[in-house]
């Protein structure tokens, strides 16, 4: 059974740096891996994925923030997020897939329960 553990959540101010962490057990390590997040009230979106390989792709607007990175011999992933500002405020969730392609577009198969990230302005 695959699962995924986030952790990192917490509250910063404006400005500051966070960096999430999530644990896979039971996973191949071999396809997709994302970070989602949801807003309060709003719908969830892609803030970055990355394949085996390390190839990464960004929501446009978080790019030059955010960064997604995943070790596959230890099945971690993990997104370092600089600058941040009031609406990066949600609950960040990591997800896997089987696939390995077209990671910025495919359904994911396994998701965490998410970790809760609030920025004060």
């Known amino acids: 059974q695959v699962q995924l553990v986030e952790s990192g959540g917490g509250s910063v101010q404006a400005g500051g740096s966070l960096t999430l962490s999530c644990v896979v057990s039971?996973?191949?390590?071999?396809?997709?891996m994302a970070w989602f997040r949801q807003g309060s009230g709003k719908e969830r979106e892609r803030v970055a994925s990355?394949?085996?390989?390390?190839?990464?792709t960004y929501a446009v607007s978080l790019e030059d923030r955010f960064t997604i990175s995943r070790d596959n011999a230890k099945n971690t992933l993990a997104l370092q997020m600089t600058s941040l500002k009031p609406e990066d405020t949600a609950v960040y969730y990591c997800a896997a897939s089987l696939a390995g392609t077209r990671c910025a577009y495919r359904d994911y198969d396994w998701w965490g329960r998410g970790t809760q990230v609030s920025v004060s302005s």
């Open positions: 039971g996973y191949s390590s071999s396809g997709c």
């Open positions: 990355i394949n085996r390989a390390g190839r990464a």
